[in-house]
């Protein structure tokens, strides 16, 4: 039965009787999905969608990725247990979420079999370390001599948001504070919940966190339940969004909506707007629908599930809601179809060239579901006047190998106390850091 059903799926180097996929290797030029008015081709519909996984291997010893063109790459810490997202503390720590997806009821039949197995062919199927860990780099060389257990027996942490002496951590259920002293390497106190995010099946279960300038209010980002809402729009509820939440009481409202799986939320330093990066909906072809990033506005709706990039009405989810569609507002900025993207980081440093001042550093997590992959990179948008102003940069590639297998995948982005980027690699089990060449020591 299982081999019936899964004629015409490609799942990387799985040694199973799988027919050839008949997806076109290439239906689009790449480069037709990225910028603020990609190329959209018509939809695909096929009665399988494509998987194409690529194996999770690790990094060979020694190994790490290809840094660009100008920039260096090294390890500023290994051998961590699938870190996903970092934090940088006004003293320079560097706190990092070890985590993964929550226990999950099996949804038994085929399609929980066939998500069992992309999780763990691609490396997401480990448990969950549940901890922020803290690493420090006390003589500025780029690399952290010293590391401790910041926080322990969270929730699927992911992310992080510090405010005076609270410091805030997003669990897959809830927003937690605790009480921080800089210069803590552990935080002892028990947790208090400051308000509960939508949880239950969690069919996308990071819950990103940014506070805002003036530390009043708390973002935090809450992706969907579904692909295209099938298990219901009732599960749906204040999901798909972006959630302003009052600092002092813990209540909430919808800030932004319609974004499916949204991640990294930065303030762009021009406009002082608040920007995300979102994974898009999948099952349209391989290049249906790019993920994007995005200025989010004030009670601005994007289209999940009912359209995407404006008023492009997805066909598939019933009933239709032409009301919400002709509210649905485009994206500012598309990042190439199925490459997850999940972390965003604008250049506020000094430390890369004056060219790249004020652009966006982007974690792409890598498709599972297009030929050729996409994604598994690390890129830069610039900007101009708050608003992206060229074609995507590379910035670390590398992280699959020549087999097609993922020695890494990159998360979480940020920059250090030395304007360095550092990127969560969860696959690679490292923190790298990159910086311009002949800066990788920043003293």
């Not at 027919?19 to 290439?26: I, L, T």
């Not at 506005?297 to 239709?320: L, M």
Request: glycine share 12%.
């Amino acid at each position: 039965m299982r081999n019936a059903v899964l004629r015409g799926i490609c799942i990387g180097a799985l040694t199973l009787p799988l027919a050839a996929c008949n997806e076109p290797a290439n239906t689009a030029v790449a480069e037709q999905t990225f910028g603020p008015s990609p190329t959209l081709p018509a939809p695909e519909k096929s009665w399988l969608p494509t998987v194409h996984i690529a194996t999770a291997t690790g990094w060979p010893a020694g190994a790490k990725p290809r840094a660009a063109s100008g920039m260096a790459v090294n390890a500023f810490a290994t051998g961590l247990d699938h870190p996903r997202t970092v934090h940088v503390l006004p003293n320079g720590d560097v706190l990092v979420a070890e985590s993964n997806a929550p226990p999950k009821a099996d949804s038994g039949g085929i399609k929980g079999w066939i998500t069992k197995l992309i999780m763990n062919r691609a490396g997401a199927g480990v448990p969950s370390a549940n901890r922020i860990t803290l690493l420090r780099d006390a003589d500025g060389d780029g690399v952290a001599e010293t590391r401790s257990v910041f926080l322990e027996n969270l929730f699927s942490p992911f992310g992080m948001a510090l405010v005076g002496e609270e410091f805030y951590v997003a669990n897959a259920d809830a927003i937690v504070k605790f009480p921080y002293r800089p210069g803590d390497t552990k935080i002892t106190a028990p947790g208090v919940k400051l308000a509960d995010l939508p949880a239950g099946r969690n069919h996308h279960w990071t819950k990103d966190l940014i506070a805002s300038p003036d530390g009043t209010k708390l973002y935090a980002t809450v992706g969907s339940n579904s692909n295209i809402g099938e298990n219901g729009m009732e599960e749906e509820t204040n999901r798909a969004a972006v959630l302003e939440v009052d600092r002092a009481s813990g209540k909430w409202r919808v800030f932004g909506s319609g974004l499916r799986n949204p991640n990294g939320p930065a303030w762009e330093p021009k406009s002082g707007a608040l920007w995300v990066v979102v994974n898009e909906r999948d099952e349209l072809g391989n290049d249906l629908v790019p993920d994007y990033m995005t200025s989010v506005k004030d009670g601005a709706f994007y289209g999940w599930p009912y359209s995407y990039f404006g008023q492009k009405v997805d066909t598939r989810v019933e009933p239709q809601r032409p009301d919400l569609v002709a509210k649905a507002i485009a994206p500012d900025y598309a990042l190439g179809a199925h490459t997850a993207a999940l972390g965003l980081a604008f250049n506020t440093g000094n430390l890369f060239p004056q060219e790249m001042a004020g652009g966006a550093f982007i974690g792409q997590h890598g498709s599972w579901n297009r030929k050729p992959r996409s994604g598994y990179k690390v890129i830069f948008v610039p900007f101009t006047e708050g608003k992206p102003s060229g074609k995507p940069q590379d910035v670390l590639t590398g992280f699959l190998n020549d087999r097609g297998e993922a020695q890494g995948r990159p998360v979480g982005v940020a920059l250090d106390k030395q304007g360095a980027l550092l990127v969560a690699d969860d696959v690679g089990k490292a923190i790298w850091r990159v910086t311009p060449a002949g800066k990788s020591a920043a003293r």
